[in-house]
């Protein structure tokens, strides 16, 4: 065990953020940066797709979990990825976890309890200022919901075949992409590992996308028919992950 282990955790507030990678990728790279300067060794990484105001965070609770049986350090790229709620900061930093801002390592827990004030604060006000915009909106007549009203007119005959083409295309680009995803998994990456390696390899999503997910992953193993990589990182390091891409074929 490493005298510095260290837990990642990300937060992005829309699934749509995270199937995009905006957001997530500069947040695991600051994380990978401090984690780097500080010798530390980072034992698993956990996403969230959460609201920072929603206190109910089941990958927030397991990585806080992981820390306390490793004795490891949790680690975020912003306070505001963690929370936006001075009570839940507060509630952090007496559950006995160590925790650390990426973006600003000497943070102590006076001046952390001002920045979480002021993100409570910033999170209301864009709270209140998309409810102006909404009725802003709806004051000059616009019309929210689903704009092409067609669309509800389809047989069910029809959407149940749309539905079944769909998953079959996907499930035949899953199985393209399978003895690559099952070479990593063999060699030992986790599902956030081979989303990893996946990205920096430059090998496009099946949408034509850069960025790799966990949720691609997991998704392509399930319609493929394969068992999925482990849950969480084994001993490999984050230098030994970033270098292990060089050594496989890249798809044509």
């Not at 990456?189 to 430059?202: D, K, R, S």
């Not at 050594?247 to 044509?252: F, I």
């Given at each position: 065990?490493?005298?510095?282990?260290?837990v990642?955790?990300?937060?992005?507030?829309t699934?749509?953020?995270k199937?995009?990678?905006?957001?997530?990728?500069?947040?695991?790279d600051?994380?990978?940066?401090?984690?780097r300067?500080?010798?530390?060794a980072?034992?698993?990484?956990?996403?969230?797709?959460?609201?920072?105001?929603?206190?109910?965070r089941?990958?927030?609770?397991?990585?806080?979990?992981?820390?306390r049986?490793?004795?490891?350090?949790?680690?975020?790229?912003?306070?505001?990825r963690?929370?936006?709620?001075?009570?839940?900061i507060?509630?952090l930093?007496?559950?006995?976890?160590?925790?650390?801002?990426?973006?600003?390592?000497?943070a102590?827990?006076?001046?952390?309890?001002?920045?979480?004030?002021?993100?409570?604060?910033?999170?209301?006000?864009?709270?209140?200022r998309?409810?102006?915009?909404?009725a802003?909106?709806?004051?000059?007549?616009?019309?929210?919901?689903?704009?092409?009203?067609?669309?509800?007119?389809f047989?069910?005959?029809?959407?149940?075949?749309?539905?079944?083409?769909?998953?079959?295309?996907?499930?035949?680009?899953?199985?393209?992409?399978?003895p690559?995803?099952?070479?990593?998994?063999?060699?030992g990456?986790?599902?956030?590992?081979?989303?990893?390696?996946?990205?920096?390899?430059?090998i496009?999503?099946p949408?034509?996308?850069?960025?790799?997910?966990?949720?691609?992953?997991?998704?392509?193993?399930?319609?493929?028919g394969?068992r999925?990589p482990?849950?969480?990182?084994?001993?490999?390091?984050?230098?030994?992950?970033?270098?292990?891409?060089r050594?496989?074929?890249?798809?044509?």
């Open positions: 065990m490493s005298r510095n282990p260290m990642a955790y990300y937060r992005v507030s699934r749509q953020q199937r995009s990678g905006l957001g997530l990728l500069a947040q695991k600051t994380v990978d940066r401090y984690v300067t500080s010798q530390g980072l034992l698993a990484e956990f996403t969230e797709v959460e609201s920072g105001r929603d206190n109910t089941p990958q927030l609770q397991e990585a806080l979990r992981f820390c049986v490793y004795g490891a350090r949790l680690v975020i790229a912003r306070l505001d963690l929370a936006r709620s001075v009570s839940m507060s509630a930093l007496k559950s006995g976890v160590d925790f650390v801002a990426a973006d600003m390592p000497l102590n827990r006076f001046s952390i309890h001002i920045l979480a004030a002021v993100a409570e604060y910033e999170s209301q006000l864009i709270s209140e998309t409810r102006a915009a909404f802003a909106a709806k004051a000059r007549g616009r019309k929210f919901g689903c704009p092409d009203p067609r669309m509800h007119k047989s069910p005959a029809a959407l149940t075949a749309r539905v079944r083409a769909i998953r079959e295309q996907a499930k035949a680009r899953a199985l393209d992409f399978l690559l995803l099952c070479e990593l998994r063999d060699r990456e986790t599902v956030h590992g081979i989303a990893l390696q996946l990205t920096a390899m430059h496009d999503t949408r034509r996308g850069k960025a790799w997910t966990d949720l691609m992953i997991s998704r392509m193993f399930e319609r493929a394969e999925k482990r849950p969480w990182a084994s001993r490999r390091t984050v230098e030994q992950r970033r270098t292990l891409h050594d496989l074929p890249v798809l044509a």
